[in-house]
Antibody, heavy 122, light 111 residues
Framework: QLQLQESGPGLVKPSETLSLTCTVSGGSISSSSYYWGWIRQPPGKGLEWIGS???????YYNPSLKSRVTISVDTSKNQFSLKLSSVTAADTAVYYC??????????????WGQGTMVTVSS | QSALTQPPSASGSPGQSVTISCTGTSSDVGGYNYVSWYQQHPGKAPKLMIY???KRPSGVPDRFSGSKSGNTASLTVSGLQAEDEADYYC???????????FGTGTKVTVL
């Protein structure tokens, strides 16, 4: 059974780069069934899709964040990563990694990590 | 891309039904049958409850049902139970530039 686990610093300074990693267990990140993505949720607010990546390296980003976002995949470690540059307090949120599938539950984010809180503060 | 519009709150007594609406545009909800619904309890990750407008993943009770008409999708929870009290978010695929436009969220209270 596929499981996702986020990891990374819980505190990032303004103007710096937020870096998070999602480790995939119970399956291969090279699976053609999934797009691997990031979703965030500011405290007390709703969900926002950040972007997704296919195992081939093709990336898809939210237009509102595209200029600051890089998502990459490391097939040797079965991990994918998020980098968000020039962060401000508005980027403070719980960050989730999640799969978007074309097979089991098409068009939906079916498997989620537990989430990791990232605070932007000096 | 703007968030999909949901009512902030909905409520019902145990055993009753509650319906949550999710209004988008022809570029998202109205343009694709990739509408999904998520349940989120406090401090927990969202859980997929409905996909492709009306389909339930394995393990989701049939008390949860979804539908769509034009640019508006709906989630109905029948036979409300205490554990259904949570936040609910809709989401729609909106093209390769947006795998998931999310709704504003609805807090469901079981009275």
């Amino acid at each position: 059974q596929l499981q996702l686990q986020e990891s990374g610093p819980g505190l990032v300074k303004p103007s710096e780069t937020l870096s998070l990693t999602c480790t995939v267990s119970g399956g291969s990140i090279s699976s053609s069934s999934y797009y691997w993505g990031w979703i965030r949720q500011p405290p007390g607010k709703g969900l926002e899709w950040i972007g997704s990546i296919y195992y081939s390296g093709s990336t898809y980003y939210n237009p509102s964040l595209k200029s600051r976002v890089t998502i990459s995949v490391d097939t040797s470690k079965n991990q994918f990563s998020l980098k968000l540059s020039s962060v401000t307090a508005a980027d403070t949120a719980v960050y989730y990694c999640a799969t978007w599938t074309t097979v089991t539950t098409p068009g939906a984010f079916d498997i989620w990590g537990q989430g990791t809180m990232v605070t932007v503060s000096s | 891309q703007s968030a999909l519009t949901q009512p902030p709150s909905a409520s019902g007594s145990p055993g009753q039904s509650v319906t949550i609406s999710c209004t988008g545009t022809s570029s998202d909800v109205g343009g694709y049958n990739y509408v999904s619904w998520y349940q989120q309890h406090p401090g927990k990750a969202p859980k997929l409850m409905i996909y492709e407008v009306s389909k339930r993943p394995s393990g989701v009770p049939d008390r949860f049902s979804g539908s769509k008409s034009g640019n508006t999708a709906s989630l109905t929870v029948s036979g409300l139970q205490a554990e259904d009290e949570a936040d609910y978010y809709c989401s729609s695929y909106a093209g390769s530039n947006n795998f998931g436009v999310f709704g504003t969220g609805t807090k469901v209270t079981v009275l």
